[in-house]
Structure formats: structure tokens, C-alpha cells
């Protein structure tokens, strides 16, 4: 039998379905919605893929698997996250503090992309989110604001999509 791989994800503003799309082409994977998939179509896979926004350090959806994890945790797990922050090594340990415990951590792979802000589509929780966000970063000194702080501010006033189908590469080269 072929080790088959799923890519299931939880988008709220699109980023996350297309990195989750273009993951599910290249490794011509399952691709699912969290909603359009149930447990039980788990014992199918060798390879489980979860993708979700991160909206201040918390995966979107990612109760999903959290929730079933004793049922799958012999499998090959990988989450990526999309959010406005760049993939690096202290990101990527936030995040998995934020999100599993121990023995999760240990057992699941964890990669961070890039996705849009276009403040204009976000929910009003988002907005006030974001309002709060830009005021943190506001008050810091343009010497010390990241790139990532810079673009954020941009995001209030025209779309930012920074998108980049080439960064899976590093998810798909874990499979």
C-alpha cells in the first residue's frame, strides 16, 4: 500500500487554504477543510498535515487535532502556521509552547509561513486585535520595529500578501 499523505486546514481569510492547496499538489496529497473531514478517515493516512492561521499565538482549529491526538499520534504529524511573523526558530517554539504539550511537541514538526493582512476584511474581533497590535508597535522606535512590524502597518492602509508558494518547499522536503 502507498503511504498516502491528508492536508487538512482551517482558513479564515484564505492564506492558510492556499498553503494548504499548493502542499496538497505538490505532495498529491488528501485536502480537506477541518469540517469536511472526521477522525474515523484518519486511520487512512500515514502522513497528517494541518495547517492554520495564528492569530496572537494560537492555531486556528487546531483543537481538531489536539482533540484526536491519542488516535494519531503513531503517524507522521506536520502543522504549519500562517501568520505575519517569519519562520524562525524562536517563533517556531512560541508557537508550539502556545499550542501543545510536551509530548506533542516532540512528535509533531512545526513550520511558519507568511500570509496577508488586508485590515479592511477582518472581522471586527480582528480588527480590535489588530487595532491593539498597531498600537504596540506604534509606540516603539522605527529604529527598533522588525520588518514584519513595518508591514503590519502597511496592512492597515492597502492589502499585504506576502504569500510565497517557494517557502513549502522546506514542509515538503520533511515528507
Known amino acids: 500500500m502507498n503511504k498516502k499523505t491528508v492536508v487538512i486546514y482551517k ?3 484564505g492564506s492558510t487554504k492556499r ?11 488528501d485536502l480537506y477543510e477541518v469540517r469536511d473531514i472526521r477522525v474515523r478517515d484518519l486511520d487512512d493516512y500515514d502522513t497528517i498535515i494541518y495547517g492554520g492561521g495564528l492569530y496572537i499565538g ?3 482549529g487546531i483543537k481538531f487535532l489536539i482533540d484526536n491526538y491519542e488516535k494519531i499520534k ?9 501568520g505575519m511573523e517569519s519562520n524562525n526558530i524562536d517563533i517556531n517554539k512560541k508557537t508550539l509552547d502556545m499550542n501543545f504539550d510536551e509530548d506533542m511537541i516532540n512528535n509533531i514538526n512545526l ?4 500570509g496577508a493582512f488586508d485590515y479592511s476584511k477582518l472581522n471586527l474581533i480582528d480588527k480590535v486585535l ?6 504596540r508597535i506604534s509606540k516603539k522606535n522605527i529604529t527598533d520595529m522588525t520588518d514584519e512590524d513595518k508591514i503590519v502597518l502597511e496592512g492597515f492602509d492597502k492589502l499585504i500578501d506576502l504569500c510565497d508558494k517557494k517557502s513549502i518547499h522546506i ?3 520533511n515528507i
Not at 503513531?74 to 500562517?82: M, Q, Y
Not at 513550520?111 to 507568511?114: K, S
Open 11 to 13: 482558513s479564515k481569510y
Open 19 to 29: 498553503y494548504a492547496g499548493w502542499i496538497a499538489l505538490k505532495l498529491d496529497a
Open 58 to 60: 494560537k492555531i486556528n
Open 74 to 82: 503513531n503517524k507522521k504529524i506536520i502543522v504549519f502556521a500562517v
Open 111 to 114: 513550520f511558519n509561513f507568511i
Open 130 to 135: 489588530m487595532k491593539g497590535l498597531k498600537s
Open 171 to 173: 514542509l515538503v522536503k
